[in-house]
């Protein structure tokens, strides 16, 4: 395919999906800076701290807007650094843009879920999906993806799920590409950007391109493509490093806690992964999940209707290809291993995300 059709197809993918932003937040597309997504808690707090950087702070890397006199690096208030920063710089030519921190943020968070859906398009392409189902299926999952509702609590750089897909993306690219670091630099360099927007996307895209890494027949790689397993070892360890070592450099505040606070009382359960938030649920999903419990927010990691039930079907596929081995048409292309292993990360992930194997009282591995 030639890039210019890939680059309209792409297009259109993007049109499609700011007019489906569009039927929701038309007022804002308009005027971005006449509403917050949230005004209280950690709402209020992430657009003050982002405005407050931009407009008051005398540096680029340490928060004056609170703890006074010690104030806070400026990873820890949620001020996205990676975007505050750009803009803190561009308002030394521009000095109108230290007054738009709100809107700001909130055309950040609509073009990101823009980004997202167009992402996702490029990943299934990769995969070999027709483009026009490419397009479909990445809006679809733009929107019903976990993200989305960090936009109510106002979670602003918890709203980039470019951030995991475009890494994953280019990791992809670098195992199959025959020239492996032009993808694997910008992989890292992505990463690197999603860390300093908000780390946990950037860990979620390294830790889920760690675990399909180490799956991968790493000896096999060695042997035969110590090139490729080098531009791997870039795209993943590269920003992290990076990251550790400015934070360790910018961050001179002490009394930092060394145990997780938070992570067990703000986890996921059963309730969180088979069934949606409160509030959005359907009688399908009641009909074919019957289970109703409270639901930590924080803990939000639903799978979605459609990827159980199709789980569902995958596994029965599966059963009875192997009592049945001829039910299979075997000119049929074949599932790809890569989304395989990238499966089985987001499990491990899953895992994680529920508290296993960890324990705030008991077990083999407690705090």
């Not at 949230?38 to 657009?47: A, C, F, M």
């Not at 340490?62 to 006074?68: A, C, I, K, S, W």
């Not at 290809?321 to 499990?347: K, Y």
Request: hydrophobic share 50%.
């Amino acid at each position: 395919m030639g890039a210019g059709l890939h680059g309209l197809r792409a297009a259109a993918v993007a049109v499609g999906a700011l007019l489906f932003l569009a039927l929701f937040h038309a007022p804002l597309l308009r005027d971005p800076g006449a509403a917050l997504f949230r005004g209280s808690g950690d709402g209020l707090k992430n657009y003050f701290a982002f405005s407050y950087h931009l407009k008051h702070d005398s540096s680029y890397m340490q928060f004056e807007g609170m703890n006074h006199p010690f104030g806070e690096q400026i990873g820890y208030v949620d001020a996205q650094p990676a975007l505050v920063n750009v803009v803190k710089l561009a308002s030394n030519v521009f000095p109108d843009l230290q007054d738009e921190g709100v809107a700001i943020i909130n055309l950040a968070v609509l073009l990101g879920l823009l980004l997202t859906a167009v992402s996702l398009y490029l990943l299934l392409s990769h995969f070999g999906i027709h483009w026009a189902y490419a397009g479909l299926g990445g809006i679809a999952l733009m929107a019903l993806s976990p993200q989305v509702l960090r936009m109510e609590a106002a979670h602003h750089g918890l709203t980039y799920g470019w951030t995991i897909v475009l890494p994953v993306l280019y990791y992809l690219r670098v195992r199959n590409n025959d020239d492996p670091w032009r993808p694997a630099l910008i992989g890292a360099l992505l990463m690197l950007l999603g860390l300093y927007l908000h780390p946990y996307t950037g860990m979620i895209a390294l830790c889920l391109l760690g675990v399909a890494v180490l799956l991968d027949r790493p000896l096999r790689l060695l042997v035969g493509e110590r090139r490729r397993v080098l531009a791997i070892a870039v795209l993943l360890l590269l920003p992290a490093i990076l990251f550790l070592l400015f934070q360790g450099i910018t961050d001179h505040h002490v009394g930092r806690t060394d145990k997780p606070l938070g992570f067990f009382d703000y986890r996921a359960d059963r309730h969180s992964v088979l069934t949606p938030y409160p509030g959005y649920r359907s009688p399908l999903s009641q009909a074919l999940v019957p289970l109703d419990g409270p639901q930590e927010f924080e803990g939000t990691t639903y799978l979605g209707l459609g990827a159980l039930l199709a789980a569902g079907v995958l596994l029965l596929v599966l059963l009875l290809a192997r009592v049945r081995p001829a039910l299979l048409d075997r000119n049929a292309p074949s599932w790809p291993r890569q989304l395989t292993l990238l499966i089985i990360g987001g499990l491990v992930l899953l895992a994680f995300a529920v508290g296993a194997p960890f324990s705030a009282a008991k077990g083999w591995l407690p705090w």
